[in-house]
């Protein structure tokens, strides 16, 4: 019988290690310290072995024996490290870093892995500077320069992150190999820094090297779909999706993405198909589902009590089921209240740029203002959010239950939601209810579907006090004028030029236009525009569409209905600045249903351009009354196709008429309800009185 000795079991367990034979190697490692309890190398190897297994816990606790026999064993201080980080408490990981770094400051890996810890409690700086020690030590080692450029992702130095991620491609093909998974991995980290610098090219010859490199994984050809997506350029968009779908028929995102694309390309029912499927294989996936409700509003075959239906479907799957805790908030109906915004559009965003009158002319001496960013980046408008706000948390990666406990501890008394069923919606937290008073406002005109939130801000256009409210669950609280209001420089276009003179002067025909997105134009919309069309000749007409073979079946369907493909041109999405220069080119604006323009014809009529609406059947459609009630411009609202037809045409064949408005708009606006910013706000803070006194008083014993 051979005699098993400690030692031969240790070396037994390194040979079976080394063979890929971890579960032998972990039985033989546990024999030897069977024999010999006090064997350290074995308990520090067999804590290795667990590890690669899996096994964490297991994993840890040998570390433990290891630091029992030796408090000071610099390795098993960092592996029980990575082990409880991997178990996902990087507080203890940290302490076990500094721990190691006490005894020997020179150990790269502690560094290293100390960097990754500090990005998982957002400590950026501090990771910074622990990536930059490992590679001070180590400089050929590629997981630091990663650490390092991820950290300077978070803080925003993309331009140092990008670095970063270059030379982390250069030491992964020299170490690791050009066509592995990490290289491609690393092309998609220095292709998001690129893309924030605004190197848009560069960033998709980057995703497409990473797609070569990777061609089974499935988020590099999403990520290049989505830069495609973000960039307009559908086409390509829509081929990589749909190779997704293909290759990851079960990844919800696939379908997902997809869906976003259709959206885009003004394909609703197909894009309202793909989120079903997202929602299917991901039942708690609320955003893909609140897209769809979304794109419901665009849909000429969904009236308002089946986009009311839709919505309440939604709360069904995915609002919050549990109790609703009692609020303490002091019943006061005249005192100081503490309002809370939930957004992900704090920026940059059409809804930033609506909401930034309200939060400059508050009136700080009766309310103070909390914000709950769920945005993933900033800019120069969320600065501007960030120095108006009494309180600012940044929630994008807060679970429900830590976000409703801290609206709760901020003891906010009305919390209002800008999203509706916008991307970056947090509807779920609103569910839970954690303040007493709650308000859906800014994202657009509509419902939420959702019990737990009590009013909805609209106005008398929009909701006239007469007409029927079982489309919507909240209680409809009225502005004295506007949902909107139009402020220049919010907007960015206060020192924008209006146009001199009318495109028809220079062009010798009505140039008619839609800059409102394309997912509002659909087959009706075509039907509604060639009657005018037909009925003015010579004319053309300028559609906003993202590039893609869609254009292509506008024209088709446009010609069918009697329009000449030589008539229509198109203008690309592109920044704020291309997008209001195309208005010099447009005479007469023609509107869109079942949703109308929203801000886009209020940028319309600021830079001179009359827009000729038509009333829906729905709330969205009955922006444009709203803004020419406001305007006193209701010569240019129409009820019936008829109306639209001859209203555009009177207006086309009266020049004298459109060179008026020409000057005479933006002047109009200005002196209008739209842009008073003080009046629009003093009137939401009265409405947002009015419901806490509504609370106060039902508190009342």
Known sequence: MPVHTAESQFNLGNSLRAAGKVDQAIAAYARAIEIRPDFLDAHFRLGNSLAAAGRSDAAAESFRRVLRLNANHVDALNNLGNTVLGAGNAEEAIALYRRVLSIDSKHFLAW???????????????????????????????????????ALTARGRWAEAADSYRTLIQLGETQVGSGSGF?????????????????????????????ALAPEDFEPRDRL????????????ALLLCRESVQRHPMIPQAHHSLGNVFLECGRLGEAMACYDKTVQLQPSNFVADSLKVFATLFHPDYDSSRIFREAKRWEHLHAWRGSVEPHSNYPAPDRVLRVGYVSADFRDHVVGRNLLP?????????????????ATESDRFTAQYRSLADGWRDVATWPDETLAAQIRADWIDILVDLSLHLGGSRLTIFSRKPAPVQVTFGGYPGTTGLGAIDYRLTDPY??????????????????????WCYDPAAMEVEDFPAP???????????????LNNFRKVNDRVLELWSDVLKRVKPSRLLILAPRGSH?????????????????????????????????????????????????????AMWMGVPVVTLIGS?????????????????????????????????????????TELRVSLRPRMLASPLRDSAGWTHGIEMAYREVWRRWCEMRQP
């Open 112 to 150: 290293n892995n100390l960097a990754a810890a500090l990005l998982r409690t957002a400590e950026f700086d501090d990771a910074i500077a622990a990536a930059q020690h490992a590679i001070a030590i180590r400089a050929n080692y590629p997981p630091a320069h990663r650490n390092l450029g991820d």
């Open 183 to 211: 290289a491609a991995d690393a092309r998609l980290r220095l292709g998001e820094a690129l893309k924030q610098l605004g190197r848009v090219e560069e960033t998709i010859d980057l995703l497409r090297q990473a797609v």
């Open 225 to 236: 779909a989505s830069l495609y997506w973000a960039s307009g350029d559908m086409d390509p």
């Open 358 to 374: 309200l939060f400059q002319h508050t009136d700080r001496t009766q309310f103070q203002t909390f914000c709950y960013s769920n």
């Open 462 to 483: 929009l909701d006239p006090p007469d007409d029927d409210t079982s489309a919507y669950i909240e209680q409809s609280i009225r502005l004295p004028h506007s949902f």
């Open 500 to 514: 001199a003179a009318l495109p028809v002067v220079s062009f010798g025909q009505i140039t008619f236009g839609c």
């Open 551 to 603: 254009r292509g079946v506008l024209v088709d369907r446009l010609g069918q209905l009697g329009v000449e493909a030589e008539r229509i041109g198109f203008v690309d999405r592109g920044s704020r600045e291309h997008y209001l220069k195309a208005y010099r080119l447009i005479d007469i604006a023609l509107d869109t249903v079942p949703y109308n323009g929203h801000t886009t014809s209020l940028d």
């Open 618 to 658: 729905t709330v969205a459609g009955r922006a444009g009354w709203s803004q020419m009630s406001n305007l006193g411009l209701t010569e240019l609202v129409a009820r019936t196709r008829e109306e639209f037809t001859a209203i555009a045409v009177r207006l086309a064949e009266d020049l004298p008429r459109l």
